[in-house]
């Protein structure tokens, strides 16, 4: 570690991970950023920065070369977004198309001692059980025992399919699979539902996404969504004074743009459709230092010209797993501030999953976490991953040229990881009084009172929203029209 604390880093010995995170681009070459420059001293600042105490565990990576480049890495199935692993096994035929009943105890459930069966267990250490596992799915926690895989049995693991899906994929085999999940892995939505942020903020109406059976688009009349597995959520929204449930959607069509956040549980029409709740796990012990996450302000950016390829520093061009090409993102950058100004808080860190268990639209000083501290073996909050040069025709992909640091906390009532380069020490300000609404207000655009930007009502109810370029701040229309006034 180059930096002046003392901090134990506990490796682990044959750490590597059999489970990957999709990407968010493609066509694009990451820069080699060498050990000790951007990708290796300024990670270790990253945790300097953050108080990080001499007693805090960290977790580390220790696979050799030769073991990365024996090891049949899974692949991402396509550049989109927080899309889907590459899934090219047979669906066994005892998988059940309709999942039984969740536990019936509330949002939260008991939690698990099941560990399940390992795939192939010579490639995980230090492993823990899942917190609930309540269809005694292959499930296992990697490195910490907040490191958790979905407890989820279904192809693909993250994504939570319908069973039109699980009998589609019965004999596939090979890549065709992965067009199945992408397509036919969608549930049905009713018309006019909203996309919400972590905090409640209204993203944009939910539309399209639906597909035939043949696998062509198609006109529903009601939108379909990608769900991930066992993510439920209670909240309160902006414009609703009612605390109701909510699942995580991934990639789809609101206001216009590719985004993630929550729907209405209740908006799913589909009847085998079950509610699992399997939040990350909870902690009580957390650092006294306060900590906001970075805005694109932070990064030398205005919010609304905002773009992660540009903005970020060069080593969050690197890969975030061993033999990556340059057809998917798989890079740091997808776990730090991305493009719409949106974080993402990581159910798990990136090789054991990276599926999104939140997300949230960034503003400066104005989204708190709290972090964890990492004083137990078994429940470490800081993990180390290597970061590597992109596979081509000249390079295996798996030469380590940077690294990285996940830390895991709380925010806003959710616990999950988050890159440690993403927040900075500081409190969040008063928070202003009033929320964005569309009750009573005719179609138009209006400033929003919570934040520098407007919202966008159509038939009672937001559809999109504007930015301002900081320093200037929305002051109108207020009224018809669809383009923000900024002063």
């Given amino acids: 570690m180059s930096t002046s604390r003392t901090i134990r880093r506990l490796p682990v010995p044959s750490l590597v991970f059999i489970a990957l995170a999709a990407g968010c681009s493609s066509g694009e070459t990451a820069p080699t950023v060498p050990v000790g420059s951007g990708g290796g001293s300024s990670a270790d600042a990253d945790l300097a920065a953050l108080d990080v105490g001499d007693d805090e565990l960290v977790a580390d990576e220790a696979a050799s070369e030769e073991e990365l480049l024996a090891t049949d890495w899974p692949q991402a199935s396509d550049a989109a977004p927080d899309g889907d692993l590459l899934d090219t096994a047979e669906t066994p035929d005892d998988l059940p198309e309709i999942l039984p009943d969740p536990p019936m105890t509330g949002l939260l459930a008991s939690e698990s001692s099941s560990v399940g069966i390992l795939t192939d267990p010579t490639w995980w250490s230090a492993q823990f059980s899942c917190p609930k596992n309540p269809l005694n799915a292959s499930c296992t926690c990697r490195g910490s025992a907040y490191n958790c895989q979905f407890a989820n049995n279904q192809p693909g693991r993250n994504r939570y399919l319908p069973p039109r899906a699980i009998r589609a994929l019965r004999g596939v ?241 959710r616990f999950g990881w988050v890159a440690a380069a993403a927040i900075k020490k500081g409190t969040v300000a008063s928070a202003p009084t009033g929320s964005d609404t569309c009750v009573g207000k005719a179609d138009g655009l209006y400033c929003s009172p919570i934040n520098p930007g407007a919202f966008e009502c159509k038939n009672g109810s937001i559809a999109s929203g504007q930015y301002c370029v900081a320093p200037k701040k929305c002051v109108g229309p207020n009224g018809p029209g669809t383009t923000i006034v900024c002063q």
């Avoid at 639906?210 to 909240?235: E, R, W």
């Avoid at 309160?236 to 216009?256: H, I, L, N, P, R």
Wanted: proline fraction near 4%.
């Fill in 173 to 413: 085999h090979g890549t065709a699979r992965n067009a199945i999940i992408e397509k036919l892995g969608r549930w049905d939505l009713a018309a006019g539902e909203q996309l919400y942020d972590g905090s409640g903020t209204a993203r944009g109406v939910v539309e399209g996404g639906c597909y035939s059976d043949a696998m062509a688009p198609t006109n529903l009349g009601h939108p379909c969504v990608k769900i991930n597995f066992g993510q439920l959520k209670k909240m309160t929204v902006a414009g609703s004074a009612t605390e109701k449930q909510y699942v995580y959607a991934f990639s789809v069509d609101a206001g216009g743009h590719s985004a993630s956040g929550w729907v209405a549980a209740a908006g799913i029409t589909d009847p085998a459709f079950k509610r699992y709740d399997l939040p990350p796990r909870a902690g009580s012990s957390f650092a006294a230092t306060s900590y906001v996450v970075k805005s694109a302000e932070d990064y030398g950016c205005a919010p609304a010209s905002y773009v992660s390829t540009t903005c970020l520093p060069a080593w969050a061009q690197l890969k975030i797993r061993p033999k990556s090409g340059p057809d998917v993102s798989e890079k740091a950058r997808d776990y730090m501030l991305r493009d719409g100004n949106v974080l993402n808080l990581a159910y798990q860190t990136p090789l054991v999953g990276g599926a999104a268990t939140d997300t949230f639209v960034v503003s400066a000083g104005a989204l708190a976490f709290k972090r964890l501290k990492s004083t137990s073996a078994s429940h470490r909050t800081i993990l180390r991953i290597a970061l590597y040069e992109t596979k081509d025709a000249t390079h295996a992909g798996t030469k380590v040229v940077g690294k990285m640091y996940f830390v895991y906390g709380e925010m806003a009532g």
